[in-house]
Nanobody, 117 residues
Framework: VQLQASGGGVVQPGESLRLSCAAS????????MGWYRQAPGEQRELVAR???????NYADSVKGRFTISRDNAKNVVYLQMNSLKPEDTAVYYC????????????WGQGTQVTVSS
């Protein structure tokens, strides 16, 4: 299983970015798909998560600005990020959880998002 994240970059405060993460390989019974981020010197934190049924939850810091979505047919998860702030600067990682008898979690390689004026 491989997860390929893309869409990161350098933007100014208030601008938008859309991250994508495509899963490939032996993909079965995908449950949750999510985005996490890690800023320098900080622990990795959950940004947003979406279940197979479409239920979502977000970190308080991104509610109302970020939207997570998924395309189950393509095994892709997206993160639309609007009104970006400097404190959103981090490496963003996608992950998926497959139910294979027990949950199995896979991570993407990370994509850098930098918000700076």
């Amino acid at each position: 299983v491989q997860l390929q994240a893309s869409g990161g970059g350098v933007v100014q405060p208030g601008e938008s970015l859309r991250l994508s993460c495509a899963a490939s390989g032996s993909i079965f019974n995908v449950n949750n798909m999510g985005w996490y981020r890690q800023a320098p010197g900080e622990q990795r934190e959950l940004v947003a998560r979406i279940t197979s049924g479409g239920n979502t939850n977000y970190a308080d810091s991104v509610k109302g600005r970020f939207t997570i979505s998924r395309d189950n047919a393509k095994n892709v998860v997206y993160l639309q990020m609007n009104s970006l702030k400097p404190e959103d600067t981090a490496v963003y990682y996608c992950n998926i959880v497959m139910i294979l008898g027990v949950p199995a979690t896979y991570w993407g390689q990370g994509t850098q998002v930098t918000v700076s004026s």
